[in-house]
């Protein structure tokens, strides 16, 4: 591995150690074993570093989301499997769920970071739409990116928050199936 590599190795353990505002460049350069000079020829400031790090673990975290997947896309059986896969992530010791939850509270402390990942929200909202539907992601149209997209964001923000502040009574999969079930039926003239 070269710099650019070893840094953004170091920067994510870094990050799983430290979190955004505790870590250094400093730090970043001592766990990665190369040289303050790096971090700006390579990335341009340590938030860039940072922010970059943060977004290829979500990445990679990804992959655990599509383990087993059971359902049609679109029911409700799949919209379990995924967030059973989702929420299994958020159980590891050492979750890096919480650093999202640290850009969203200390964002105005970390404005680089927090536009760099404002920016890849959107790619994440494409992808939920694709996990939960069977599409491919470059077949997902905007306007679904801006409706279905936002919602399964919208839900995954409100999961990490409640697993980061209290994991003992956060919902698991069948408890937002459930909702889901009783917001469906409700809209639809039912009963929930």
Known sequence: MGHREDLLEGAKRCLLAKGFVRTTA????????????SIGYHYGSK???????????????????????????????????VWT???????????????????VAMGDQLPEVRDHL???????SRGFVALFT???????????????G????????????????DPKSAP?????TDGLRQVVEAATGGTP
């Open 47 to 81: 938030d860039a570093l940072l922010a970059q790090a943060y977004v290829a673990m979500v990445e990679n975290m990804s992959e655990a989301f599509d383990g087993e997947i059971e359902g049609e896309p679109g029911s409700l059986e799949r919209f379990t499997s």
């Open 172 to 176: 698991e999969a069948d408890r937002l």
């Open 85 to 103: 896969n989702i929420i299994g992530t958020m159980r590891r010791p050492g979750s890096m769920w919480r650093l999202s939850m640290e850009v």
């Open 118 to 124: 404002a920016r890849a929200q959107r790619d994440g």
């Open 150 to 165: 936002t919602f399964y964001t919208t839900l995954m923000m409100g999961v990490m928050a409640q697993w980061t502040f």
């Open 134 to 148: 069977g599409a491919r992601e470059e077949d997902v149209p905007e306007e679904v990116v801006d409706t279905l």
């Open 26 to 37: 400093r730090d970043i350069v001592k766990e990665s074993g190369t040289n303050l000079a």
